[in-house]
């Protein structure tokens, strides 16, 4: 008599699938047939000829393409490590801070509230060499140069970073600060009264604490990495001469302005699959942490 | 006495350094940000000046502009004010809610790939908004959601449940599976028992998810600028772009526009803080 | 195929019905109960004109819903993706001279539907950008875009300097006739990093514009008939040699390459540059003391001379009906109205250039009749520069060639290549290009 019912895990699981179905892995499946595909968006009927592995081919064997592709790894590399190294840091000095901490935090907690759009517009004008606020303040202190911040190979780089590192400094800061508050104290008073060193304890005791909570944070960011994109497209579109082309950058040129979906689907590929491997790094790393945090508590 | 004296000035150098250092820090998040305030209050030839203008001069003509009627430099402020916080209010309040029914099956139920399942739905919040918006806007298309608040809310949803998912699996783990059961034996269902027992002590855990969610959603660009198109719908990050034409770009007025998405999210957070650092302590780690 | 032309020929019928009707009814026709959504530009520039959409509302009885509005970059991508997604049951849209040729199969010949005597009263040059493979895609509205050369008066009423001047280069100082005599001033002019000689857009679309028209000022061209790129030719060499020479001569701002129109203005309303080649919009910004330094001081002239001629690459806004659009005689008389003489006078009367010949010829009088002289130099300045105009080729490919050029342009600005090398490299992938896109 009785149906055979779900279990119940799974229908409390079912509305995340579905949601998620719905908005991601459709639309995945989508570009994922496409990608196969001659398509130009501005002539929908290439949708249906079917080229293969051409794009793929295409985008393989082109030279800019594993040039941006090289690129992105080179500046998620620096930008996740400054930015947990960074994180560490003002983490440590907030906690040691002993009044006025609440407001400490939500100052630190302020470039979170930027939408990545804006940072992008805000760094452009800072970073503009003729009328921008760096070099402004360099010329009033007496240097009599205008750096070109957003031209010069190195320093258009180095001002991506700085305004990827600026947004998202914080989400570390905040989680190694959160680690902190947890960590009991007993540890380390032990530690003093044997006479350890602060690095001896920071290294030892401190550290490998936080660890689980580095492994958050960076996860946290891997997810979303992408959102430089929004960023580096107004910051400087990828250019000049390419000099600070993304894979995310590439690709929307090639799917929007020059229409063809199909090529700029690949090449999503490529980035998706490289985001996931970002993911599942540190998953393996914070599953590894815990794992160890659970054995030493 | 000597290695005393020794001793209490390397502690003040180092206090001054650490102050040093700190206000340093502050000063570098905070300048840019501020950068953006003052501008909104300054004129354009201001803004623009070189030699530059350092002592500013106050002005409300960008705010005034922008709350002007089309053609003089206005733009839809409230609409725009309106839409971002139904679609990230609703969306967060809906990622809640189905994150919170998720990460409760990952953390009280056993079964087969559990693994597998959950690894899945991190990853596709991987999946960069920029290589996903064209898709997505396919799909909306032919089922005619698109510039509608609906379709917004159900992309942010899909985007903001996976990290609630995590945050909230490791708070239900940690609380102990006695609590439920007890609440079961005096007569509770497991509904009562979830609600009475134990959503309250993962309350903080559910905030912080809140807060990165709304946070998220309130900012989020690259999809919004494709799935909305009129006043009806644009939020405001997609709103900022009203301030571009074709050759120009009015700063003032997008730093005046900027303050105003920035301020309530600054409010939010201020009030919810305690419970973010609270929440991201035991959710994540303790897993 | 048969259908959709049984379908274009019930629609001319219906339009002309619909045209003598309307002439009873007003002048644009009458529509009552009939909702026309449209897809617009944003931007203070472009919104002063939908102002007057309100009258047409009053006029005909229909309603406007506008169901888009967003920049120039934004709106173009939101319509390729109604393309693929095949949401294009919406009427009027913005249009673009350099878009329009991309938007294959999306909008209506507005031949059928437009009087022909109503055609002829444009410029017939934007007729002419908006027509492609014979097909009139969009009514040009008075937002028409070539650029002249805006300049710092001071500098040439300074007698120490015009002396230097002349001792240094042999020649006298004055307002530049030819594109030499920029290079010339601009290096003498420039003290880096205070103030510079001149400024170009670096990137995108943008500095693939200017050097198509200096490649088109000596005498090169970009493509050729068969759509074969000939840009590297040596009037191409010598266009780009001369974005190289500023830029090696820090004649220009440093970060030159990562400017577009927005930063370029602001440099230029700075009072930091002496030299400005610079679109028609900027005009009223430049001399007003509310937004520019270098108000007063601003002179303005027709574009100079390469070695061969004058050029003025150009677009110009405007508005088309799609295709799918299901009622295209509301949708027409829209346009029409939107581009009519009434609302060209409108719009232009906010510093942009109009492309209908009457409201040229008004605009110009009532300019040399009016106490402003600096509008009268600037319209004086448009309207000998207009005559240089070229469109950009009528191509879908266009916009994609630029985003492959670009990047080698600024290659060889920056010193990373040279500027054969640039060119032969950037040639070589327009030319795979053409090839894939089936021209040869």
Known sequence: MTRRRLPEWFVLLLPAIIVIAAVVLIPLLFSLYSSFTPYKLTRPSTLWKWVGTYNYEKILSDAKFWAAFGRTVLFLTIVLNLELLFGLGIALMMNKVTWGQRTLRTILMFPMMFSPILVGFQFKFIFNDNIGLVNNVLQSMGFNVALPWLVDAKLAMFSIMFAEIWMSTSVFAILILAGLFAMPRDPLEAAKVDGCTPWQSFRHITLPFLMPFIYIAMTIRSLDVARAYDIVQIMTGGGPARRTELLWTLMSRTGYVDARMGLANAMGYVSILLSILFTIYFFRKLSAARAELGMAG | ?287 | MQKSNFFKGLMACTAMVAVSESALASEWGSFDGVTIEAKLIGGQQYEGLYGRIADWEAATGAKVDIISKKSHFEIDKEIKSDMAAGTTDWCVGSNHSSFAPQYEGLYTDLNDLVPADVVAEFVQGNIGASTVGGELLMLPRAQFDVSVLYYLKSNYEDADKTAAFKAEYGYDLAVPETWEQVKDQSIFFADPPNFYGTQYAGKDEAIVGRFYEMVVAEGGNYLDETKKPIFNSDAGQRALQWFVDLYEAKAVPAGTTSYVWDDLGQGFASGTVALNLDWPGWAGFFNDPESSKAAGNVGVAVQPMGSVTRTGWSGHHGFSVTNDCANKEAAVSLVNFLTSEDSQLAESAGGSLPTRSAVWEANVAAAKAGDDAFRAEALAAFAEGAKYAFAVPPIPEWGESTNIVFPELQAAIVGDKTVKEALDDAAEAVDELMRESGYY
Not at chain 2, 89 to 95: D, E, F, H, R
Not at chain 2, 124 to 129: C, D, E, L, Q, T
Not at chain 2, 186 to 215: H, K, M, N, Y
């Open chain 2, 1 to 287: 006495m000597d290695r005393n004296q020794s001793h209490r000035n390397r502690r003040r150098v180092l206090k001054t350094l650490h102050f040093t250092a700190l206000f340093l820090t502050m000063m570098i998040i905070c300048i840019p940000g501020l950068w953006i305030v003052l501008n909104s209050f300054r004129p354009t030839v201001e803004i623009m000046a070189k030699p530059p203008v350092w002592v500013p001069s106050f002005t409300l003509d960008h705010y005034r502009a922008m709350f002007a009627g089309a053609g003089e430099g206005g733009v839809p402020v409230f609409s725009y004010f309106r839409n971002s916080l139904i679609v990230s209010v609703t969306s967060t309040l809906i990622a809640i809610l189905i994150g919170m029914s998720g990460g409760y099956a990952f953390a009280r139920y056993r079964f087969k790939g559990k693994n597998g399942y959950f690894v899945g739905l991190m990853l596709f919040r991987a999946v960069p908004g920029v290589a996903l918006s064209l898709p997505l806007f396919i799909v909306f298309a032919k089922v005619g959601i698109i510039d509608t608040h609906f379709g917004l809310i159900l992309a942010y949803v899909a985007m903001n449940v996976p990290f609630t998912i995590w945050l909230t699996d490791g708070f239900f783990r940690q609380i102990p599976k006695e609590l439920h059961e007890a609440a079961e034996i005096d007569g509770c269902t497991r509904w009562q028992a979830f609600w009475q027992v134990e959503f309250p002590v993962a309350r903080s855990g559910v905030a912080s998810a809140a807060i990165f969610a709304f946070l998220t959603s309130w900012n989020e660009f690259a999809l919004a600028s494709q799935l909305t198109r009129s006043v009806g719908s644009k939020t405001m990050p997609v709103g900022l772009l009203d301030f571009t034409a074709e050759f120009t770009i009015n700063w003032g007025g997008m730093c005046a526009l900027a303050v105003l998405m920035i301020v309530p999210a600054l409010i939010l957070t201020f009030i919810v803080q305690k419970h973010l650092i609270a929440g991201l302590t035991f959710g994540g780690v303790k897993g």
